[in-house]
C-alpha cells in the first residue's frame, strides 16, 4: 500500500481486505510473484491430471497385456500383433526382447552365444526408458513444492518492506493502519503454499506410482527372460545331439 491509503485509512476510511484488492494493492514485485506462484500452480494441476490419466492407462493395458501373455497362445502369434507398435510398456520390453531373440536365431552362429546376457541388457534399457517416459515432469512437482513457500516467502518480506516504509511515512502505526499492508504480503506466502502442497502430496503419490510400474515390469522381465533362458537351454541341447 503506498502512503496516501496508508493516510485515508488513518482518517477512518474504510480499507477493502478482499482478495482481490490485497493483490491490487501490492507491490509489482509481490503481484510478479503472485502470478507466478498461481502460473505454476496451474502447471502442476496440469501434470497431476495428465499423469493421473498416464498412470490408470499404463496399469489397464498391463492388465490386459499380461492376461494375453499368460493366456497359453503363442508368443510368436503376440510378438506379430505387437511389433508394429508396442501398446504398453510390458509389451514394449517383449517386443524388445523378442526383436533380439530372433535376430539372433537368424544370424545363427557366434550371435547365438551370450544370448541370455543381450536379452536382459535390451530389458533393463526398455524398463530404464518406460520409467523414464513415466518420471517425466515429476521434477516440474518436486520443485514447485521445494521452492513455492521460499519463493512465497519473497513476496511476503519485499511486501512488509513496502508496507513498514509506507506506515513511517504517514507516521501512523495503529492496527488498522499495519493490518492491510501485512495482509497483503501475507498472502504470497499462502499463493505459495496453496501451490506447493498439491504439488508435494501428488509428487509422492505419483513417485509410489512409478515404483509399483517399475517393480511389475521388473517382475515381468525377470520371468519372460526366464521362459526365453529355457529355450535358449533347450536349443543347445538340440544342438549338442544333432553334433553328437
Not at 503363442?74 to 535376430?103: C, D, G, H, I, N
Not at 557366434?110 to 530404464?128: C, H, N, P, T, W
Amino acid at each position: 500500500m503506498n502512503p496516501a491509503e496508508i493516510a485515508s485509512g488513518a482518517l477512518g476510511a474504510p480499507v477493502e481486505v478482499s482478495l482481490w484488492s490485497m493483490f491490487w494493492g501490492a507491490h509489482f514485485v509481490v503481484k510478479l510473484v503472485m502470478l507466478g506462484l498461481l502460473g505454476a500452480s496451474v502447471w502442476c494441476w496440469a501434470i497431476i491430471i495428465n499423469k493421473s490419466i498416464l498412470f490408470t492407462r499404463t496399469n489397464s493395458a498391463m492388465d490386459k497385456f499380461e492376461e494375453a501373455f499368460w493366456s497359453g497362445n503363442s508368443l510368436e502369434e503376440l510378438y506379430q500383433s505387437l511389433s508394429a507398435k508396442p501398446t504398453t510398456a510390458m509389451a514394449s520390453l517383449f517386443v524388445a526382447a523378442m526383436r533380439e531373440w530372433k535376430r539372433s536365431f537368424a544370424n545363427a552362429g557366434s550371435a547365438f552365444m551370450g544370448l541370455q546376457a543381450r536379452i536382459e541388457k535390451v530389458l533393463d534399457v526398455s524398463i530404464a526408458r518406460e520409467i523414464e517416459r513415466l518420471e517425466s515432469q515429476l521434477l516440474v512437482l518436486a520443485s514447485v513444492a521445494s521452492a513455492g513457500p521460499f519463493v512465497g516467502l519473497f513476496g511476503t518480506v519485499w511486501g512488509i518492506m513496502t508496507s513498514f516504509r509506507s506506515i513511517a511515512a504517514s507516521k501512523n502505526t495503529s492496527l488498522a493502519v499495519v493490518a492491510p499492508g501485512i495482509a497483503e504480503a501475507l498472502f504470497a506466502t499462502a499463493i505459495g503454499l496453496f501451490a506447493a502442497i498439491p504439488a508435494l502430496i501428488f509428487y509422492n503419490i505419483l513417485q509410489g506410482k512409478v515404483a509399483r510400474s517399475q517393480a511389475r515390469m521388473e517382475s515381468f522381465a525377470d520371468e519372460f527372460s526366464s521362459i526365453l533362458s529355457r529355450q535358449i537351454d533347450h536349443h543347445v541341447a538340440s544342438e549338442r545331439d544333432r553334433a553328437a
